[in-house]
């Protein structure tokens, strides 16, 4: 099991930026797969970006080019930059890890999307974004 721990939300205006970080401990190995999901109000939860390496990462469609993750092996945080954020990105975001077994989807967003009972998640940060 992976314990993690999300941190950097906040409230900012339309068009500004956030940088989220998600540092993992527990039962961390290279055959972990990491990534950010989010709820907004009224809404249900979806999966904004995962990456499994550097040559396994995917996005949601709503944030392309204004999002990015990445990781830093050297200390186990997952990073989500968040970029030209609009009123719609608002939400608790939540970071979530499975062990790349558990996964039977090429793209691995929609792979940890679809086993969400067997993620592990952290305990969400808020993002607010007014317009």
């Known amino acids: 099991q992976v314990q993690l721990r999300e941190s950097g939300g906040g409230s900012v205006e339309s068009g500004g930026s956030l940088r989220l970080s998600c540092s993992a401990s527990?039962?961390?190995?290279?055959?972990?797969?990491m990534g950010w999901f989010r709820q907004g109000p009224g809404k249900q939860r979806e999966g904004v970006a995962a990456?499994?390496?550097?040559?396994?990462?995917s996005y949601a469609d709503s944030v392309k080019g204004r999002f990015t993750i990445s990781e830093d092996n050297s200390d186990n945080t997952l990073y989500l930059q968040m970029n030209a954020l609009k009123p719609d990105d608002t939400g608790m975001y939540y970071c979530?890890?499975?062990?790349?077994?558990?996964?039977?989807?090429?793209?691995?967003?929609?792979?940890?999307?679809?086993?969400?009972?067997?993620?592990?998640w952290g305990q969400g940060t808020q993002v607010t974004v007014s317009s």
């Open positions: 979530a890890a499975v062990s790349r077994d558990a996964l039977f989807l090429d793209d691995v967003l929609l792979a940890m999307t679809t086993v969400q009972a067997l993620l592990d």
């Open positions: 990456m499994c390496s550097v040559h396994s990462i």
């Open positions: 527990g039962s961390i190995s290279s055959r972990v797969c």
